[in-house]
């Protein structure tokens, strides 16, 4: 039995995600989408709506199940049994940040995987920031997240009216 976690941000969940989570999940037994509690940001979602967001985002996706943790990654993976990590990897930017990371993880706990996925041509050029910052002027974002996160997108800046 493998048990995957995909941990990230998810604020908020994008089809970029969901294209990597699909894919893990022909791999994987076991794909657990875990929202990390206090990243370095400032967000626009909380855990719990950002949670939500994922739940119905992949409620038509075997295996695929939804977490969030704040405790150190590696800590939270072995507490869920993971043997896999899994992250996405867009361009060459996102490269050196992912590998540094998957080094640290990897040191700190080499009993776990750590798989990369290439992201699909189609969503290699945006992520969670861009997202939010065209929604935030309230220009279209249907083509780059399910239809839900856009309604929540509307309400978070106050165009749902
Ligand atoms: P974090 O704050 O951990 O970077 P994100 O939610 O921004 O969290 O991203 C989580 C993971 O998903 C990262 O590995 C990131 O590279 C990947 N990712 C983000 N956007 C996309 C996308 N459009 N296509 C594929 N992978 C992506």
Same mark, same amino acid.
């Given at each position: ?5 995909? @941990? ?8 970029? #995600?969901? +294209? &990597? ?7 994987? %037994? ?6 990390? %509690?206090? @990243? ?7 855990? $719990? $709506?950002?949670?939500? /967001? ?7 996706? @075997? ?5 969030? =943790?704040?405790? /150190? ?15 996405? /990897? ?5 490269? $050196?940040? $992912? ?6 993880? #990897?040191?700190?706990? @080499?009993? &776990? ?20 910052? &065209?929604?935030?002027?309230?220009? +279209? ?6 239809? #839900? ?9 106050? =165009? %749902?009216?």
């Amino acid at each position: 039995m493998t048990i995957a976690i995909y @941990p990230g941000s998810f604020d908020p969940v994008t089809n970029g #995600h969901l +294209d &990597i989570a699909g894919r893990a999940a022909r791999l994987f %037994d076991t794909v657990i989408m875990a929202v990390f %509690d206090r @990243p370095n940001k400032r967000l626009l979602f909380s855990t $719990e $709506e950002r949670m939500d /967001l994922l739940r119905e985002a992949t409620s038509a996706m @075997p295996g695929v199940r939804i977490d969030a =943790y704040s405790s /150190l990654t590696v800590d939270y993976a072995r507490s869920v049994g993971a043997n896999v990590m899994v992250r996405g /990897l867009r361009a060459v930017t996102d490269f $050196e940040h $992912e590998f540094q990371l998957a080094q640290v993880n #990897h040191t700190l706990a @080499p009993e &776990i995987e750590f798989v990369t996925f290439m992201a699909d041509q189609k969503y290699t050029f945006f992520s969670s920031s861009t997202v939010r910052e &065209i929604a935030s002027l309230n220009g +279209d974002v249907t083509w780059l997240v399910p239809l #839900h996160v856009v309604v929540a997108l509307k309400k978070a800046y106050g =165009y %749902d009216e």
